[in-house]
């Protein structure tokens, strides 16, 4: 089965979504900010997480637990975090930190060759790496 016939997404995936959404068969991130609290503490890409949910933790604490996918302890799906590993070291950090966690059953970690933008070319072994890892976990 190809993954365009699976159900593909981190935002979302929690165990209150409504019932009308078909099964998560996995889900995956591409180079993602799955931690938000780090992002925040380490300033990352200028602060955009703090500006997209309207403040800090501390000041918007609902937009924080609703929206971070370092809070989503009770997945029933596979995660995938794939992340080059020329990305910026804030970003390979953040994502190696979420894939050691336990009580996040430990989503796997993709790491490969390639910027921040690799992910989503074609060309690049990120991106057929990431292909080839999808299609085994969804097999």
Known sequence: MTPSRKA??????RRSRPRSYPPIAL???????????????HRLSSDAVV???GGTPDEVPGRYAAADPA?????????LLVQGTGDSADFIAMNRRVSARP???????LEAPGDHFAI???ASPLWRATVARV???LA
């Open 8 to 13: 593909l997404r981190l935002w979302g995936h």
């Open 27 to 41: 889900a995956v991130s591409l180079a993602g900010v799955v931690d938000l609290g780090y992002a925040v503490e």
């Open 51 to 53: 500006m997209a949910l």
């Open 71 to 79: 809070r989503f302890e009770r997945r029933r799906a596979p995660w």
């Open 103 to 109: 009580e996040l059953g430990h989503p796997e970690l």
């Open 120 to 122: 989503i070319d074609p």
């Open 135 to 137: 299609e085994a976990l």
